[in-house]
């Protein structure tokens, strides 16, 4: 059974400064996902991983993937209020739409 | 616009009255699937489907129903709702894309309350 852990659970990020946060999965996959979840609001797509190494950025954000390690980590730079929500990681196995997420990192920035 | 769109977006029901909650996406995607996402316990899938008429149970089919008739429709079906159904619903569909990446677009999610 695939597992996907996030940690830590919930970070209190100081503005300005950088972070970052981990993504550990039991079995090999074939494709990693971030999505960004406001409250109340849906997913947004944030970065798709398919390869060992694989490094995507965006903006204050940018992930990476290590698929020996089976690990992906999502690193915050400068980090600013608007980035305050909840990161969800997701891996997929297969040539099918089978995700398991794991429980999502809540991100809170004060001044 | 591409999306995906879930209807109804709350709804509030008894215990054992049958209900559907649709799911339509206008991007012609093969995939599409069912979460629920459940405070402390993240996103869970309920079924997925590969294409029309093709589904499979995903990690807690127990109560709910799917069927896919059409490549753009996959509703929710939950025969006799009960309390512990209660929960936030998305659906999500997806194709291949570039790659390979399978990237899924979520709907904006159905917030279903069971009494």
């Known amino acids: 059974e695939l597992k996907v852990e996030q940690n830590p659970l919930f970070l209190s990020m100081q503005e300005g400064k950088n972070y970052t946060i981990y993504c550990n999965y039991s079995?090999?996959?074939?494709?990693l996902y971030w999505y960004r979840q406001d409250p109340g609001k849906s997913l947004e797509s944030l970065f798709v991983l398919l390869s060992n190494g694989a490094v995507k950025q965006e903006g204050r954000l940018m992930a990476s993937l290590d698929t020996k390690a089976r690990l992906s980590t999502l690193h915050i730079t400068a980090a600013v209020h608007d980035l305050s929500a909840t990161y969800f990681c997701a891996v997929a196995l297969g040539a099918n739409s089978k995700l398991t997420f794991g429980k999502g990192i809540t991100l809170s920035v004060r001044p | 616009e591409a999306q995906v769109t879930q209807n109804p977006r709350y709804l509030i029901t008894v215990t054992g009255k049958k209900l559907t909650v649709t799911c339509s996406q206008n991007?012609?995607?093969?995939?599409m699937s069912w979460y629920r996402q459940d405070p402390g316990l993240g996103l869970r899938q309920i079924y997925y489907?590969?294409?029309?008429?093709?589904?499979d149970k995903g990690d807690v089919p127990e109560g709910y129903k799917v069927s896919r008739k059409e490549k753009r429709n996959f509703p929710l079906i939950l025969e006799s709702p009960s309390p512990n159904q209660t929960s936030l619903y998305f659906c999500?569909?997806?194709?291949?894309?570039?790659?390979?990446?399978?990237?899924?677009?979520f709907g904006p999610g159905t917030r279903l309350t069971v009494t």
């Open positions: 991007m012609n995607h093969e995939y």
């Open positions: 489907s590969m294409n029309v008429e093709v589904t």
């Open positions: 999500a569909s997806s194709s291949r894309g570039l790659a390979g990446s399978y990237e899924q677009y």
């Open positions: 079995t090999t996959s074939d494709r």
